[in-house]
């Protein structure tokens, strides 16, 4: 069925069509057109953000929390500026969103017009396609090829530029089963390399999972897979700040998260095992620390959909080309018809091990006197809101690391976090987006004072929708990480790592007409906590802890996984002038 | 398993060698890069070569296939045989690229350039050049009293030695294509 209607029409039409039921967004006069066509329709809900940047991050915390396509509309120019850092931010973590942008009429572009940017080019190294579309008729066919390009294969953020004569003219609409497209990623594993990694683990001595973002893009199934093969394999899992919730936190088999902040046990797993089986991550940096010294011992295999992403910066031995969740029911279905072997007394052994290693109980710690430790308040959260149908999402910083060692992940998509772009001020957009997906659920943004003040006038898109997102800021009036790494690296000089000239943040939520508390005592947070998740309504928890706690158990930069700080003690030398130059 | 080698002049249907042999050794490689011939795709392969600090020793471009839409770009590479994979899988995640091809290492295959240059000069020297391009099959394109343009088709080493031989025989300016690589037999 072809139909006749104006390109803004098409717009609305196209994302019914893909069945996006919100879009973040702020208008202008590039894309007035659409959002005159918004105004006259009931099935789509948009949501009028603070700021570009926030559109993007709500639409990234809407896609991470439901598994489906974000979707963000801002205007030419500016809008489409500030809506960079978050297109990067999805890129890196490989989020699919959709980012509309409104462009200058077709005869007016590269005339320097009013509130005119080179789109495409400023966001072609930040999206993994984008589209300037100046012809109508091809407006339907991009915007059905966007989606299936921001969600299949390794997901990402797309751009479709759209000038605004383009959103006025009449045109031809094309449905999404006409449209032919060439992308199709492969996603069944080489069934030859699938069964070397199966014989690998029936004789593999000390084996360890490592897992990561990629199986939560895969979907649930992928998940409920990992899951089987792990309780029937009974091997060791630890995963990345990405992948937290694929494999539930209270299973049997879980080592905890792995890394720079990684668990104790989790980075010793990984230094000493014979077989690392990664599936869907990516080698990152803040994961393998120092490079030559990288699980020295072990046969490494790679699952990933991004052939880019294998043999990157670790040479592996089984490289697997596919989506987790096929290749994982392959490897269960041959690993299960050559008889679920493995070397169980071995495994035992190094079972043994992980629990010697676990006894260093890397993450505690002392909750004394009359002020708030960070880890305490986490504990609490966890405590008073686990067994609530809830969504984390985070900061970046000291926050974000106590949060993803002292919070349990259950499920997939229960975890927003920027991870591979760091990018504060992520948090409380995303928070936004996520109570958009999941109306009736607990939504806690865990923040640093300095990070959520970066985008805080969010505050009165939570307020508009009635949102009751939850501002849980751990407000130790340093920018904490900045701070630890100058008392590491830079001679306890601490140049322009505290935050001065701070807000009240309980005055601050009144003024937008919300709520505030503000608690400083161990002994009221338990009933403090309580009172933030019943209110119901948008509230900002402010939380004064202790100024100077650093972030324990740590990898310095270039050093390796068995060369982890504990504590304060470790501290002194521990980086040299290597490590320095490493971010 | 040891990670496999592939031997020069081996033949090989992907682009992507998911087990490369990780020497230290820079090489040279010639990349026959199939894209959709849509506005944006040669930013886009360019921006990831200096994003992502890899080299381009040449590289030449042109529609191929106007019905199928299909444009052709050669690029001439260094790197280590791990960064040679990179490149092939950057570029290979790129939505617009239908095909990567490495002609180094995928059997056999031709490569030609073409190079204008500007030869200034009078009485012993105007006869040596012309007769050095007679010998390097140069063809005399346009022609003063005092000038010569020649043409020159050829490997890239077979440019560079006229080049060097018409340096002091008044060479003023080169213009040239960059590398055209095919397969070589029946194989495409």
Known sequence: MTKAMTGAKMVVQALIDQGVDVVFGYPGGAVLPIYDEIFQQNSIKHVLVRHEQGAVHAAEGYARSTGKPGVALVTSGPGATNAVTGLTDALMDSIPIIVLTGQVPTFMIGSDAFQEADTVGITRPCTKHNWLVKETDKLAPTLHEAFHIATSGRPGPVVIDIPKDVQFATGTYTEARQVETHYNPQVKGDMEMITELAKAMETAKKPVFYTGGGVINSGPAASQLLRELVAATGFPITSTLMGLGSYPASGDNWIGMLGMHGLYEANMAMHDCDLMINIGARFDDRITGRLDAFSPGSKKAHIDIDASSINKVIKVDMPILGDCAHVLEDLLNVWKSRGRKTDKEAVGQWWHQINDWRKVDCLSFKQEGKIIKPQYALQRLEELTKKHDRYICTEVGQHQMWAAQYLGFEDPNRWMTSGGLGTMGYGFPASIGVQMGHPDALVINVAGEASWLMNMQELGTAMQYNLPVKQFILNNERLGMVRQWQELLHGERYSSSWSESLPDFVKLAEAFGTKGIQCHDPDTLDDAIMEMITYDGPVLFDCLVEKHENCFPMIPSGKAHNEMLLGDADTSNAIQAGGAVLV | ?188
């Open chain 2, 1 to 188: 398993m040891s990670p496999l080698k592939i031997k020069k002049g081996s033949t090989s249907h992907s682009a992507y060698e998911l087990r490369p042999n990780f020497s230290d050794t820079e090489e040279k490689h010639t990349l026959a890069i199939l894209v959709e011939n849509e506005p944006g795709v040669l930013a886009r392969v360019i921006g990831l070569f200096s994003g992502r600090g890899y080299n381009i020793d040449s590289l030449t471009v042109a529609e191929v296939d106007h019905l199928g839409h299909r444009s052709r770009i050669t690029i001439v590479t260094t790197g280590t045989p791990q960064i040679i994979n990179q490149i092939k899988a950057q570029l290979g995640r790129i939505v617009d690229v239908h095909k990567v091809n490495d002609l180094t290492v995928e059997g056999a295959s031709v490569e030609r350039e073409l190079a204008l240059f500007k030869v200034v000069g009078s009485g012993d020297q105007r006869i040596e050049a012309i007769r050095l391009a007679d010998i390097f099959r140069a063809n005399v394109v346009d022609s003063t009293l005092e000038s010569f343009v020649f043409e020159i088709t050829g490997t890239s080493e077979k440019i560079d030695a006229f080049a060097e031989l018409m340096q002091p025989l008044g060479l003023q300016e080169i213009a040239r294509t960059g590398v055209a690589a095919l397969s070589r037999g029946a194989m495409t």
